[in-house]
């Protein structure tokens, strides 16, 4: 059973810039896409960005040029990188396989504020 834990958030400003990490362990990692999903108060997680096992990379069209996803099979990482952020892109982040197959991890909060 793969296990997963995000890190990296925090306060940042609008325009800012943040990487999240989300290391999985257990199960066969190399093996699964992986996503990295949101959920901002009173709304539905959704999805932002995935990346299958062979590193093709799709993203939500909110984040589309601002949002790099990438994964490092041999750290059992994934990351996302966030750049121009704003303050809609405020919410819990989270990663999970796509579509979303195990627990969810507690996700890292990310706030985009001035």
């Known amino acids: 059973q793969v296990q997963l834990v995000e890190s990296g958030g925090g306060l940042v400003q609008p325009g800012g810039s943040l990487r999240l990490s989300c290391a999985a362990s257990?199960?066969?990692?190399?093996?699964?896409?992986m996503g990295w999903y949101r959920q901002a108060p009173g709304m539905q997680r959704e999805l932002v960005a995935r990346i299958t096992t062979g590193g093709n990379t799709n993203y939500e069209d909110s984040v589309k040029g601002r949002f790099t996803i990438s994964r490092d099979n041999a750290k059992r990482t994934v990351y996302l990188q966030m750049n121009s952020l704003k303050p809609e892109d405020t919410a819990v982040y989270y990663c999970n396989l796509t579509p979303p197959g195990i627990d969810w991890g507690q996700g890292t909060q990310v706030t985009v504020s001035s």
């Open positions: 257990g199960g066969l990692f190399s093996f699964y896409a």
